[in-house]
């Protein structure tokens, strides 16, 4: 969907003021690592919630997305799709499930990191995204609107050392950033092969190489892979 050049980064991180803060949540000590975690096809199973509605908007009978340009799957002009998303966005991302042991994951990951959601969706997209992210009792840290964005420089501001996408793009973008990544597999990114990305089956899996510091390390001057302390958190 829509880049936006001009799209201005919002975030609420902590105590700290980056933009207006929309929704607060505690932070742990600054010394954990930070983990940035997709909430499009990698938390929310948003895809496959919203092929039907898009099958029966747009006349095809997909099965499932296999492309995450849309305009490449219907036969319609991208701004049509665009406008689709932006008049019916609230219904639309108030639709999916979560991923499967999405929420016991980030449970056990955020005993030993603080979680950053990094999502593409816009400013105007936070309250029906905090609501279905309290709906579904999903534990994070702090979130980061993109509007569109490449993630990678976002995410290296904020210390990210870690992360998982759905997005081959957003892959790129992070590892270029010198961010260590898992990507989280679908249909649509099965053609990507990277030798320094780890495709990752489910949360199970992604948790595991997690906490096992088993991610191929990014290549950065400024910061080297770590993980999970060995004690844990205390709040």
Same mark, same amino acid.
């Given at each position: ?108 990951? #955020?005993? =030993?990191?603080?979680?950053?959601? !990094?999502?593409? /969706?816009?400013?105007?997209? $936070?309250?029906?995204?905090? &609501? ?57 990114? #099965?053609? =990507?092969?990277?030798?320094?990305? !780890?495709?990752? /089956?489910?949360?199970?899996? $992604?948790?595991?190489?997690? &906490? ?24």
């Amino acid at each position: 969907m829509s880049q936006g050049k001009g799209s201005k980064l919002h975030l609420w991180l902590g105590n700290n003021g980056y933009d207006k803060p929309v929704h607060r949540k505690r932070l742990k000590p600054l010394s954990l690592p930070v983990l940035g975690i997709d909430l499009d096809g990698v938390i929310a199973d948003s895809y496959r919630s919203w092929l039907p509605l898009l099958n029966q908007q747009f006349g095809t009978s997909y099965a499932e997305v296999t492309d995450l340009h849309f305009e490449k799957l219907f036969p319609v002009p991208t701004d049509w799709i665009e406008t689709y998303f932006y008049s019916h966005f609230e219904a639309l991302f108030a639709l999916p499930s979560p991923m499967s042991d999405a929420r016991r994951s980030l449970t056990v990951l #955020r005993h =030993f990191s603080k979680v950053i959601l !990094l999502t593409t /969706r816009r400013q105007v997209e $936070a309250p029906v995204t905090y &609501a279905w992210l309290k709906k579904w009792r999903i534990p994070y840290d702090a979130i980061v609107f993109t509007e569109g964005q490449p993630k990678g420089p976002i995410a290296s501001k904020f210390a990210v050392v870690a992360a998982i996408d759905d997005d081959p793009e957003q892959i790129v973008s992070l590892r270029a950033s010198g961010i260590n990544t898992l990507l989280f597999d679908a249909p649509y990114n #099965r053609s =990507f092969c990277s030798p320094r990305t !780890l495709r990752v /089956r489910d949360w199970h899996q $992604a948790t595991t190489l997690f &906490a096992l510091r088993q991610l191929p390390p990014a290549t950065s001057r400024h910061r080297q892979w770590y993980m999970i302390p060995t004690k844990k958190r205390t709040e």
